[in-house]
């Protein structure tokens, strides 16, 4: 079992919907990250979080650190919303790695 | 201007064959990073470089050889290329020490053994 799980694996949604998609870690973090890979293949960075929640225009990203838990919300949907958000966390007792997710594929539909 | 930028975008290529990736940061990040995206999109670590210093260095085969001639630049030279080498290769950036800040990603090298 990958100690960073997404869910779901894969999401569709119509445009304006609200959409969430979560991760589930199973080490102790002192970080975690979300990134977008456009359908290019581009990697971009989201957010990095430890505790709380952060807001990026239609984007937020919440964490719950004793559930061991995220969420990325996005706000009015957009068909250029559609990418692949993976999860990845940093664990305090290994700095130097990232643990990825395996991604979940959003695709968002006029 | 790109902050972190790789080249070549795509690579095909013979089997056998020696290639090199380049990468170039215009951040001043003191971290680099080389990271794979196989078949599934699963991105794995590689190699990371601080200051020039490598400081990760995954198990990857001995045929992958990372070189930083200065902290803006880790390039990542691959000899005897495997038809399992085809992946795409991203390479990415951070403040300080790894992990620390926000990653900044290159837009990938997509390289193809055949």
């Known amino acids: 079992k990958n100690e960073v799980e997404q869910s779901p694996q894969n999401l569709t949604a119509q445009e304006g919907e609200f959409i969430t998609i979560n991760c589930s870690y199973s080490v102790g973090i002192s970080a975690l990250h979300w990134l977008q890979q456009h359908p290019g293949g581009g990697i971009v960075s989201l957010f990095m979080?430890?505790?709380g929640k952060k807001k990026h225009g239609r984007l937020i990203a919440t964490i719950n650190i004793q559930e061991k838990h995220s969420s990325l919300h996005i706000t009015a949907s957009h068909p250029r919303d559609s990418a692949v958000y993976i999860c990845a966390v940093r664990s305090p007792y290994n700095t130097d790695k990232l643990i990825f997710g395996t991604g979940t594929r959003l695709q968002v539909f006029p | 201007d790109t902050a972190v930028s790789q080249t070549p975008k795509y690579l095909v290529t013979q089997m056998g064959n020696d290639k090199s990736i380049k990468c170039e940061q215009n951040l001043g990040h003191d971290t680099m990073y080389w990271y794979k995206q196989d078949s599934k999109k699963f991105l794995k670590i590689m190699f990371s470089y601080n200051n020039k210093e490598l400081i990760i260095n995954e198990t990857v085969p001995n045929r992958f050889s990372p070189k930083s001639p200065d902290k803006a630049h880790l390039n990542l030279h691959i000899n005897s290329l495997e038809l399992g080498d085809s992946a795409v290769y991203f390479c990415a950036s951070s403040q300080d020490l790894p992990w620390v800040g926000e990653l900044f990603f290159g837009e990938g090298s997509r390289l193809t053994v055949l």
């Open positions: 979080l430890s505790s």
